[in-house]
């Protein structure tokens, strides 16, 4: 079965925000929450690259680990979700995750805390599926439409993508490799060292045969 994964392309993201726009008017995020937001690093200087960033749907999600009342649970599809109703507002997924993916609300029971929101990949929640309530707290389920989060449909570069992480990842291998890039841009040779300089011999000194 597929598992679901986001991928953003930094060279193709401009920073338009179409994909944080698109998430809230889809799923009426509530207000003072962005389940997806746009970062800029170094800005204003050359070489400045913009990244979509959310809820990356983790294989070992920091946020199911801290969890003290497992409120979080997996999907066959590998979609990292929540159970509002089992939520407490303790805060320690949002502490946990380096994506800063779940948020408290700007207001609610709790003033600036109550339950905790987040990205869902556009598939819903444990409410009845296409009912007021699954609508309500966690936003429509489009995966069930056989359609793409909102947001990778909607980026207007393609930068934003959405699916298989398999299929998305040959996605991104393909244009690396058409901008003339290779392994060192996957950050291979900085973690394990080229391959290539490995094989090599070691230099003799002048006059020795190699």
Known sequence: MARMKFICDAERCINCNGCVTACKNENEVPWGVNRRRVVTMNEGVPGEKSISVACMHCSDAPCMAVCPVSCFYRTPEGVV??????????????????????QFPANGEFGLRGKMDKCTFCAGGPAPNGSEEQFKEYGRDRLAEGKLPICAE??????????????IADILRDRVLHRGGGAELWGWGTAYGKADAQAQPAPTKQGESS
Request: glycine residues 14%.
């Open 81 to 102: 979700l929540h159970d509002k109703d089992v939520c407490i507002g303790c805060g320690y997924c949002s502490y946990a995750c380096p994506f800063g993916a779940p």
């Open 154 to 167: 909607m980026c207007s570069t393609k930068a934003l993508l959405a699916g298989d992480g398999e299929v």
